[in-house]
Nanobody, 125 residues
Framework: EVQLVESGGGLVQAGGSLTLSCAAS????????LVWFRQAPGKERERVSC????????YYADLVKDRFTISRDNAKNSVSLQMHSLKAEDTAVYYC??????????????????WGKGTLVTVSS
């Protein structure tokens, strides 16, 4: 059974930092691209960042570019999202997802093969 388990969410003040982690099991981790999505209250889920299998290429949504950094540790089957300069509008449930395709092809919701259950990030202003 494939499992993606997010951790690291919590309450942080605006301007602060937080690092999310996602531990994966039950899949050939190296073969999958890992993606972070988020869903704010009352809004649709949106993509945040993707890190590819193979070349490890990284991609970011414009809203988080230069503030968030995605990384993966294939030895530990984990992916992290470092978030800096957090804003109130970053408040959301953050989800980890995995897809077999590389990010360069696509990293939208419909392409994800597996999802985690999410972790809540609340940024107070």
């Amino acid at each position: 059974e494939v499992q993606l388990v997010e951790s690291g969410g919590g309450l942080v003040q605006a301007g602060g930092s937080l690092t999310l982690s996602c531990a994966a099991s039950g899949l050939s981790f190296d073969d999958y691209s890992l993606v972070w999505f988020r869903q704010a209250p009352g809004k649709e889920r949106e993509r945040v960042s993707c890190i590819s299998s193979g070349d490890g290429g990284t991609y970011y949504a414009d809203l988080v570019k230069d503030r968030f950094t995605i990384s993966r540790d294939n030895a530990k089957n984990s992916v992290s999202l470092q978030m800096h300069s957090l804003k109130a509008e970053d408040t959301a449930v953050y989800y980890c997802a995995a897809q077999f395709l590389r990010c360069a092809y696509d990293w939208g919701e419909s392409g994800m093969d597996y999802w985690g259950k999410g972790t809540l990030v609340t940024v107070s202003s």
